[in-house]
């Protein structure tokens, strides 16, 4: 499976932007999807994830800011991000995996697969 993201760019604090992850070389339809970030100088860490069952995840930090959908037929994943602020500045990467386990969502080591990178910079 191959993923790319897509949607970065540059915002101001409260704009919102939407972040596509596409999938090629598999159906996508029974893996977790996760959305991680990382900010200069920062660790790698969980946004958002979907299961294959359609569940929902968030981190504290964009819970009521953020929502995650995913398309089958599309094959893809989509971050939809409203009211951003500066602190959400990072590369945004999505990654897939068919096997996880709901316990290892928010590891980034749980996931097989990751896509490039997207980047996203919000100012104030």
């Known amino acids: 499976v191959q993923l790319v993201e897509s949607g970065g760019g540059s915002v101001q604090a409260g704009g919102s932007l939407r972040l596509s992850c596409a999938a090629s070389?598999?159906?996508?339809?029974?893996?977790?999807v996760g959305w991680f970030r990382q900010a200069p100088g920062k660790e790698r860490e969980f946004v958002s994830g979907i299961r294959w069952n359609g569940h929902t995840y968030y981190a504290d930090s964009v819970k009521g800011r953020f929502t995650i959908s995913r398309d089958n037929a599309k094959v893809t994943v989509y971050l939809e991000m409203s009211s951003l602020k500066p602190e959400d500045t990072a590369v945004y990467y999505c990654?897939?995996?068919?096997?996880?386990?709901?316990?290892?969502?928010?590891?980034?080591?749980?996931?097989?697969?990751w896509g490039q990178g997207t980047k996203v910079t919000v100012s104030s």
């Open positions: 070389g598999g159906t996508f339809r029974g893996y977790t």
């Open positions: 990654a897939a995996d068919e096997r996880m386990i709901l316990s290892s969502m928010t590891q980034s080591s749980a996931y097989d697969y």
